[in-house]
């Protein structure tokens, strides 16, 4: 893109004929097999995700080593250790492989690249130890998108007592948003939310079982929570949740440092009069 862009300023090439090679680099395709999205973190702020759950090792490793080609970076989700160890013996020497095995998520880089730092800061809370896997998806995702993470794991409120200094701990950082993560009722989130001056996005697990077993019972209770500024995502979707929560922690980032910038500007202007 950067070259296409280049190429314009020079004026090489038009306006219209730039605007048509960006669109035909928008998308890469593997084959036949895939279509990636290699401008998404351009476009929208969040990069291109590979679910690697329903595919064969062997899919994903073509098309994450094509994500790195086009993007400088794959992250591949839901990869399970035989996903990940062939990610691991397919990837060339120029490009680091790192396994998040408690998220679950393969985290490919070219060398050299780094991913941009958004100035959002998230807090992540579980309600149980079992949250913990989708907690640490939701983590690496809104890492991988520029944001800083504050965590806090088995605070829900079996115990209550446990959640609030965690709580204080977040509002202490000042974080942009929290993501609650529950199973079984799902009542931490709704706690969480009647509490908290900054948005909450809640995430249901399948932890629970018996009557609203898999996670419905905790979906169904989140929806119909009382707290005003509380969203919802599906069950188990951390990936869903780190990506809506960076966007938005990220958007008041970028509002803070313009913000700042303006009262900066403001003080020098009398100065110089």
Do not use: W
Not at 59 to 75: C, M, N, P, Q
Not at 109 to 136: C, N, Y
Not at 233 to 252: C, E, M, Q
Request: hydrophobic share 50%; aromatic share 2%; proline share 4%.
């Amino acid at each position: 893109m950067r070259e296409i862009l280049q190429r314009l300023i020079e004026g090489r090439i038009t306006l219209d004929e730039a605007e048509r090679q960006l669109r035909i680099t928008a998308i890469a395709e593997v084959g036949s097999l895939a279509k990636i999205d290699i401008n998404r973190q351009v476009r929208k702020g969040v990069p291109e995700i590979i679910l690697a759950e329903g595919k064969s090792p062997g899919d994903v490793v073509k098309i994450a080593l094509e994500t790195v080609r086009g993007t400088g970076r794959a992250i591949v989700s839901r990869a399970a250790v035989d996903v990940a160890e062939a990610l691991r013996a397919a990837v060339p020497a120029d490009v680091s492989f790192e396994f998040q095995e408690a998220a679950r998520i393969v985290l490919l880089r070219r060398r050299g690249f780094q991913p941009e730092t958004g100035g959002g800061k998230i807090g992540v809370l579980t309600a149980g130890t079992s949250d913990i896997p989708v907690a640490e998806e939701a983590k690496v995702v809104a890492e991988e998108m520029g944001c800083s993470v504050v965590s806090a794991y088995d605070v829900g409120v079996a115990g209550i007592h446990r959640l609030f200094p965690s709580l204080r701990r977040m509002i202490d950082e000042d974080v942009d948003v929290i993501i609650a993560i529950a199973g079984r009722e799902g009542a931490m989130a709704s706690v969480v939310a009647g509490m908290v001056d900054v948005p909450v996005v809640a995430v249901p697990t399948s932890s629970g079982y018996g009557f609203g077993e898999k996670g419905l019972g905790a979906l169904m209770a989140m929806l119909q929570a009382c707290p005003l500024g509380l969203a919802v995502v599906n069950i188990d979707a951390g990936v869903a949740a780190g990506t809506f929560a960076a966007l938005i922690a990220n958007r008041a980032a970028r509002a803070r440092g313009l913000s700042e910038r303006a009262r900066s500007g403001a003080s020098v202007k009398p100065a110089q009069a």
